[in-house]
């Protein structure tokens, strides 16, 4: 092309570079007309709805027609966007809402917490079941869809949606790929060298003989969590299918995944291989561009260029009246005694911990937009994957105070990273916090690896919003993705690990080696009757 360029003239140069324009528009892909497509998002957790959003408003703004039911109404508006709002019943907001502060008060009964999830009874799975039942989603029913998404999270009985209405499914799961989602396209299972979700382990760290142990143990330990989740979600997947004889099987419905999207991305490892299923789109609630801030927080911000600011955020879930009052007053101390502001995140703003100069006290905050701002030093967090990704994707070092989930996993991946430090929020002390702070804001190794990250991050092929276009429309453009299905989706545990394959060899080389020493010992009979023979003619010979 660029050759022929050089030696035509400047009208045939046009017409060539016109021709191959044309052939390039009408070999590459169809762009896809509007689809409908069907978010379901009932988890009542706000992260996880502003990661599944960030998806839905990106098809929205790309053409397509968006129908959303959740349990409150969306945050995210867009005149392609339609929301079907299914509220929790007050019982059960009132369940959830103990729970967390139960989290946030003491250490909770991780065994029975874990318990509840595993048997299908958490008040998480009990809403989204509810919600399914609910009159104002059957209406869902009637319309055609031709893609629903899924937000996965405890609630597998929700393939009941795609079944009925027939369409292929992508899930959306908000963390990196873990067992319970990579199951549904077939991401191998590297149990040597792969680390579990649960497997404490350091990026670089030497795969040790104990680890291995380790993590045979946490990857087994899911997998079984998981088959006794199925068996109650099955059952809730046949109370919701009652009537409909034809539909398809649960079983089935866990076969029939044409996506996962995974909000992680391999630069923050640890590396492990991935299925063409498994759609890497980290960092996707992250805007490229950050909007412009509401105008009090702007000035707050803007006036903060001499020591820098400080967001001090709990996340969605932990409100301010969750934690003991004794901590909030440490809190406190500590931050109005800094020479930077503070941004805090605090819901009740009529009974703030205290005044001061330095604090600004905010009931929801635009924390990605917060976290861009050149002013801002150190995010203060519990650790939250949204949270952490969006102040890597800025460059911000942390000091992280798990509470509860994922968090405490999030924070050892700060402090091993060198991201930053962290501390017990169950147990915190006046000076360990500020001595904490300080070393963060002070000590420029923070800084330096976090920036270094937030440069390899988002360098990739295609953007998390340009993969999201690219993936869905692919699977709108094929009606599912049937053909991208590894064979592990269908295949057990036995078969997959080859454990069957491994015993059948092994039953083999021992049943030839009992065979060999069994055609040994009688040679060796056969020759010693032989050499025995032998001796007694020759000593009959010697007689005679
Ligand atoms: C868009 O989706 C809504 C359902 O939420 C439906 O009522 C409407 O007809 C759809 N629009 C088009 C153009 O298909
Ligand atoms: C799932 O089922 C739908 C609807 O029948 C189909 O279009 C799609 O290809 C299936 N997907 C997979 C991965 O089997």
Redesign the pocket.
Known sequence: MKYYCYTMGDRSKLIVVALMALIAITTSVQPVQSANILGVFLSPSPSHIIVHMSIMKTLAEQGHNVTVVSGEKLKVTHENIHNIIIEPSEEHKRELEQELSAMGGKKQNDFELMLKFVMGNHVMTKIQYDALRNERFQSIYESKFDLVILGYFVNSFQFIV?AKL????IISWTGPPMETVNRFVGVPPEITYVPSTFTPYKNGESLSFGFRMLNAFMSYTLHLFDAIMDNSFHSYYKTLAEGDPTIRSYSQML????LVFCNSHFSEGPIRPLVPGLVEIGGIQIKEKPDPLPKELEKFLNASNKNGAILFSLGSNMKGSNIKPATIQILFKVLSSLEQNVIWKWEDLANTPGNASNIFYQKWLPQDDILAHPNLKLFITHAGKGGMVEATYHGVPMVAMPIFADQPLNAAKIVSSGYGTQVDILNLKEDDFRATILEVLNNPVYRNNVQKFAKLYPDRPLSARESVVYWVEYVLRH????H??SPLVRMNFIQSSGLDVFFAYFAILYALWRLAKLALANLCKLIRKVRESFKSKREKLKKQ
Not at 166 to 169: G, M
């Open positions: 795609p027939n369409c292929p499914v076969a029939n995944v044409s009606h599912g993705a049937a991208m299905q």
